[in-house]
């Protein structure tokens, strides 16, 4: 088993920042990707961004890139998500996500263990 806790979230401004943290616990030594997922009400989970955790090799929607950055730190078991130009758009939930294998890093299907989320806010 592997918990996930996020932090980070807020309420901030347009062109506003954040970033988010995720702390990993338990089986970790499992790991094969973390990613960051995003959700509405009513909607599916979105994929928004995911590293390798061996290499540090990243990967980011489409909608997000330029503008967030995903990063490790592997000594602390730790994922970063840097939000930066955040819009009224990006107003979800933030989950963070465990994957032991090389799957499809875009499914939320294909993670294994999920954290709680935090709510990230951004007013126009």
């Known amino acids: 088993q592997v918990q996930l806790v996020e932090s980070g979230g807020g309420l901030v401004p347009a062109g506003g920042s954040l970033r988010l943290s995720c702390v990993a616990s338990?089986?970790?030594?499992?790991?094969?990707?973390m990613g960051w997922f995003r959700q509405v009400p009513g909607k599916e989970r979105d994929f928004v961004a995911a590293?390798?955790?061996?290499?540090?090799?990243?990967y980011y929607a489409d909608s997000v890139k330029g503008r967030f950055a995903i990063s490790r730190d592997n000594t602390k078991n730790t994922v970063y998500l840097r939000m930066n130009s955040l819009n009224p758009e990006d107003t979800a939930v933030y989950l963070c996500a465990n994957s032991e294998h090389d799957t499809d890093y875009v499914q939320a299907r294909t993670y294994d263990y999920w954290g709680q989320g935090t709510q990230v806010t951004v007013s126009s």
């Open positions: 590293i390798r955790w061996t290499d540090g090799r990243t």
């Open positions: 338990g089986r970790t030594f499992s790991t094969y990707r």
